[in-house]
């Protein structure tokens, strides 16, 4: 008998359809919530379910394409996306007290409907993209590009230094889940790489909130305008 | 079957509808009071508790106040008759109904509407300052909620190319995969913040306080007396059933009769009574732990849960 594997894909057609197209959409879902809610902590906690489903999608991907190597990426990005970054946040969120973004530059209803336009804007960009190879995973492409957006969004309208590295995990989580959709799963040493380049900003900018706390009592960045001795 | 007999069959299973929904709403009620209170550790007046207080108001005079007109007298009845209309034509038990034609989407919000604006009309003619406090707060909140099951039902009506309920239903039911679909929760999440929104409960309003600074719905109707009040209180009852019976069967549409015998009928009614009595036990014990909101920060609920019916819509057409 023939031992290869890979002849017929271990997951079927249907219900890999469904659950990739499943977890895009708890994707945006959360990337929505994060942009919803104000609690630090509960934004936190969002980002935790990002992480895991991050990892579920390149868990899925990997039982699609049969490739081991996809497993270990997957259980990186658990390690670091559900467990790791996390842990920093809410080491941030204990030592300076700030339980919620009290004044975003953008008030909460207007961010929302700016979350509506970025997520339509993110379906009229990748049409492109996803007529170059139709497919389950590239069809889902706009949800990843519109997590992209919805943080690039919390990243400029934010004040808090903490919701600033919210919206950089959530924009790099965007990035995440567009490479695994658009080249069905990253190869590990890229995926490496660039987890621990974002270890490491996240812990500069761990850091740098500390200091910024000890400075001037509180982390609102729009304190760093003037450049003092 | 002949044609006569479906149609016999399709007849009385509205009139199984309309005395189901018209018979339990009260009890419906009751139920998610008596939850409330369990959970909270008092005793609870008991489920039949509405259809006693019914009861008692039929039995007694409609008090008018000076010089409100006949607006006053006329919105009860619109309210009550538009969500009546709803309770017969949606498919609550059969997807096979005679007055199929009516069940559209769009017509079945604006019968919403109509009660909304009938009651918010005779809240501004008693022309005391609570009456139209209440009417702009509850304009202000249908304004922004109507959109929202608007979009909600587009995202569910784009994959089966119509917006009559029926068809809807029976769409899910032929690809049960789809209620799993991120179309279809999305459309789930907005399609709930919006029923909490239009039946006036936590965090939107309080049903149950009559304080001036927060009451939005209460300060309409806070005229009524006797048998017309009776009237408010049925159709309010009737609507937070109609919309709950809506979400359970356009989201989990099993057990809803595709034939107008008997059999299947018997089973659909149950199966309906049981999965309204579990949302509404849910949203009464979810009330439990929820604060109401001020007015001010509603809009924000409902731009998210307008956001999650547009992205359900983009979903249904460039995810499946």
């Known amino acids: 008998m023939d031992h290869s594997i890979g002849l017929r894909p271990p997951v079927s057609e249907t219900v890999y359809v469904q659950t990739l197209n499943l977890i895009c959409g708890a994707l945006l879902l959360a990337a929505v919530l994060i942009l919803w809610r104000r609690e630090l902590a509960a934004i936190v906690r969002l980002l935790v379910v990002q992480g895991v489903l991050l990892a579920a999608l390149a868990a899925l991907l990997g039982a699609r394409e049969g490739s081991s190597e996809l497993y270990a990426v997957a259980a990186g990005v658990l390690a670091l996306k559900a467990v790791v970054l996390p842990a920093v946040l809410r080491r941030v969120l204990r030592d300076t007290g700030e339980v919620r973004e009290t004044e975003p530059l953008v008030n909460v209803a207007a961010s929302l409907l700016a979350g509506a336009l970025l997520t339509l804007l993110a379906y009229a960009v990748s049409r492109p993209l996803v007529a170059l190879a139709p497919s389950p995973a590239t069809q889902a492409l706009p949800v990843a590009l519109a997590v992209m957006f919805l943080g690039f969004f919390v990243l400029v309208t934010r004040r808090r230094a903490l919701s600033q590295v919210v919206g950089f995990l959530l924009m790099d989580n965007g990035i995440t889940a567009t490479a695994f959709l658009a080249t069905s799963g990253v190869p590990l040493i890229v995926e490496l790489g660039v987890s621990l380049d974002l270890l490491l900003v996240v812990l500069v900018l761990q850091v740098l909130t500390a200091r910024m706390r000890l400075t001037f009592g509180r982390t609102d960045l729009d304190e760093l305008r003037e450049l003092r001795d | ?320």
């Not at chain 2, 339990?24 to 259809?51: K, N, T």
């Not at chain 2, 994959?159 to 999305?186: D, F, H, I």
């Not at chain 2, 304080?211 to 806070?222: R, S």
């Not at chain 2, 999650?308 to 460039?318: H, P, R, Y």
């Open chain 2, 1 to 320: 079957m002949t044609g006569s007999a479906v149609t016999v069959g399709a007849l009385a299973a509205v009139t199984a509808q309309l005395v189901l929904v018209v018979g339990g709403a009260p009890l419906l009620a009751g139920l998610m009071r008596q939850v409330r209170a369990r959970l909270e550790g008092r005793v609870g007046a008991g489920v039949g508790q509405p259809w006693r207080d019914l009861r008692k108001q039929l039995g007694k005079e409609a008090i008018r106040p000076d010089g409100s007109s006949w607006v006053f007298t006329a919105a009860p009845r619109v309210l009550l008759a538009s969500t009546l209309l709803i309770a017969a034509v949606a498919p609550f038990l059969s997807t096979v109904s005679p007055l199929d034609g009516v069940a559209d989407l769009f017509a079945v919000v604006a019968l919403l509407l109509l009660g909304t604006v009938a009651l918010a009309v005779a809240g501004l003619d008693t022309g005391t300052a609570f009456g139209g406090m209440g009417a702009s707060r509850e304009i202000t909140v249908a304004a922004l909620a109507e959109p929202t099951i608007l979009l909600a039902g587009f995202a569910l009506s784009a994959r089966v190319g119509s917006s009559n309920l029926a068809a809807l239903v029976e769409g899910m039911l032929t690809a049960p995969g789809q209620v799993l679909s991120p179309a279809s929760l999305l459309a789930a999440v907005a399609f709930a913040v919006v029923v909490v929104a239009e039946t006036g409960r936590l965090p939107v309003d309080n049903p149950a306080t009559h304080l001036e600074l927060t009451m939005i719905h209460e300060a309409m109707v806070l005229e009524y007396a006797g048998r017309d009040l009776a009237l408010v209180e049925l159709a309010s009852a009737l609507r937070l059933t109609v919309l709950l019976g809506l979400g359970a069967n356009l989201f989990l549409p099993w057990g809803v009769a595709t034939t107008a015998s008997p059999l299947p009928l018997l089973g659909a009614a149950m199966l309906f009574a049981v999965k309204v009595v579990a949302f509404g036990a849910a949203l009464a014990a979810f009330e439990v732990f929820m604060a109401k909101w001020r007015l001010f920060r509603v809009p924000e609920l409902l731009a998210g849960s307008f956001l999650f019916g547009l992205l359900a819509v983009s979903a249904s057409f460039f995810l499946a």
